[in-house]
């Protein structure tokens, strides 16, 4: 049981470029989350979906698509990177349902840096 | 939107040590949570707390939803309770969306 699973864990893009980070998560939960992480804050949230197929946005979904074609992936996109999307991307997962329901749990991050 | 402050921003402790940190919230909740990311980045889930006191080992949280704010007790701190505490809340009338606050940073000396 992995539990939330990102890749890649390192990326080093040049403005302009594209990209597409994975999260995989194996515990059959309904909810994923991506969140972006900036020095000295708290996380904030891009974009999340409640279900296979649904996405919604976030507090900061400017710059980012997702994707959600199979439950257990939840595809996170930037389509022209620019240096303000520098920063420690997060996934999360919840059931929503059951005793822990509520509870996120996130994947290790992928730090991305934007030349 | 609902704002959400943690106190202190910074906290130095010796080993052995206890504190109580602190987390303010602005409007109602439905969901409270404690974070603490290690200083390798992992983030972990401490308490799903939105009212009530519950107790994990050396850590116990409290939330008064009346009177909008949470408290985080570290009782014998260990070197390894090191990194940054995190609370998150969820607004009573919000999609799961969980809105954090920018932590509190946590060193504890041996």
């Known amino acids: 049981n992995a539990g939330v699973t990102q890749t890649p864990k390192f990326r080093v893009l040049k403005t302009g470029q594209s990209m597409t980070l994975l999260c995989a998560q194996d515990?059959?939960?309904?909810?994923m989350y991506w969140y972006r992480q900036d020095p000295g804050m708290g996380l904030r949230l891009i974009h999340y979906?409640?279900?296979?197929?649904?996405?919604a946005k976030g507090e900061v979904p400017d710059g980012y698509n997702v994707s959600r074609l199979k439950k257990q992936n939840f595809l996170l996109g930037l389509e022209s990177a620019a240096p303000s999307q520098t920063s420690v991307y997060f996934c999360?997962?919840?059931?929503?349902?059951?005793?822990?329901?509520?509870?996120?749990?996130f994947g290790a991050g992928t730090r991305l840096s934007v030349l | 939107g609902i704002q959400v402050e943690q106190s202190p921003p910074d906290l130095i402790l010796q080993e052995g040590a206890n504190s109580t940190l602190r987390c303010n919230f602005s409007d109602s909740v439905n969901n409270l949570q404690w974070f603490h990311q290690n200083p390798w980045g992992q983030l972990i889930n401490l308490f799903y707390i939105p009212s009530g006191t519950k107790q994990n080992g050396r850590l116990s949280a409290t939330t008064v939803a009346t009177e909008r704010y949470s408290l985080l007790y570290i009782s014998s701190s260990q070197t390894t309770d090191s990194g940054v505490y995190f609370c998150a809340v969820e607004r009573e009338d919000s999609s799961y969306k969980l809105i954090f606050g920018s932590g509190t940073r946590l060193l504890v000396r041996p």
């Open positions: 999360a997962s919840t059931a929503h349902v059951g005793e822990a329901k509520n509870i996120q749990y």
């Open positions: 979906s409640v279900g296979e197929g649904t996405t």
């Open positions: 515990m059959n939960h309904e909810y």
